[in-house]
């Protein structure tokens, strides 16, 4: 049997207690509804917030490995292209290098494809010179820099796991192909060209030699594949840093998706219950006053 007492509403307590209940259960799915969130924070799920904490991390360093890879991306395209007209210059010298080796022209006209292939020198110098990103090169040296040639590491997983980008020390090619027609070549730190002197005679003898089979045509051949190496490790280099990028975004991507699947509201569900929650604080609202009138309703026995 009820007890009808003005000192103790039971019934007055319980309501109260459901509507709590419910207020706090309807502060929760508003809390999941305006932040996207099933879990937000260590409140709502300390060992689900506590993977979720180390998935944001891994995902945020691979975000940042993926911008350093493409850093190192156009280092290596940088030189690919320096490589690329390194190659067509090559080329081009050895066809020169056939008329400064005839005997049958006159001293001036060698001395004209002399000059032309003095040119096709400065080029290449050049292109070592200015194959630099963010300033990095991977075939010269740059003021202050480690040792021409000296091969990059990039970081290439969330682990600190790294990336050998080779290199070449090109800054003595240009030197090397001024030998094959008897001359010198420097450049000065103020960038001023200077070239060893060439008797006609003398580059027609070099010129010759670099296209026999004798030491000069070593250091020819050498030269051209030595760019032809460095053109083929470049490229194997590029494609994969590309590898390497597209992986890293796969994995992103894989975990975000799984980091969804942990914390994130189902907005539809969600939104059904926070309904049915509305529903049920305005009934226990009106229960609760309901129950907060039961002692009024003892007075009538005293009139």
């Known amino acids: 049997?009820?007890?009808?007492?003005?000192?103790?509403n039971i019934g007055?307590?319980?309501?109260?207690?459901?509507?709590?209940?419910?207020?706090?259960?309807?502060?929760?799915?508003?809390k999941r509804i305006s932040t996207g969130l099933r879990v937000a924070d260590a409140t709502d799920d300390g060992g689900a917030y506590a993977v979720a904490q180390r998935v944001r991390s891994d995902v945020g360093a691979l975000t940042s490995v993926n911008e350093q890879l493409g850093n190192a991306k156009g280092l290596v395209g940088t030189s690919l292209s320096a490589l690329g007209k390194i190659s067509d210059s090559l080329n081009t010298a050895r066809g020169i290098l056939v008329k400064i080796a005839d005997s049958s022209i006159a001293d001036d006209q060698r001395t004209q494809y002399v000059a032309s292939y003095k040119s096709l020198v400065v080029q290449v110098a050049n292109y070592v010179d200015n194959s630099t990103y963010n300033g990095q090169t991977l075939l010269g040296k740059v003021a202050g820099g480690a040792v021409a040639g000296a091969s990059k590491s990039v970081v290439n997983s969330e682990v600190g796991s790294t990336t050998t980008i080779s290199a070449a020390d090109a800054s003595g090619l240009a030197n090397t192909l001024a030998g094959l027609i008897g001359s010198t070549f420097g450049r000065t730190a103020a960038g001023v060209d200077t070239f060893g002197t060439a008797t006609g005679a003398a580059s027609q003898t070099a010129a010759a030699l670099a296209l026999t089979a004798t030491t000069g045509s070593t250091a020819f051949t050498t030269a051209l594949t030595g760019v032809a190496n460095t053109l083929n490790q470049s490229g194997a280099d590029a494609n994969l840093l590309d590898a390497t990028i597209s992986f890293n975004s796969v994995k992103?991507?894989?975990?975000?998706?799984?980091?969804?699947?942990?914390?994130?509201?189902?907005?539809?569900?969600?939104?059904?219950?926070?309904?049915?929650?509305?529903?049920?604080?305005?009934l226990g609202t009106q229960a609760l006053s309901l129950a907060n009138q039961a002692p009024q309703s003892l007075l009538s026995l005293f009139r």
């Open 12 to 30: 007055a307590q319980v309501a109260l207690e459901s509507l709590n209940f419910t207020n706090t259960a309807l502060q929760a799915s508003q």
């Open 1 to 8: 049997m009820a007890l009808n007492s003005v000192n103790t």
């Open 252 to 282: 992103i991507d894989s975990l975000n998706a799984g980091l969804g699947a942990l914390i994130d509201t189902d907005l539809s569900k969600e939104s059904a219950r926070l309904q049915s929650l509305q529903i049920r604080q305005q």
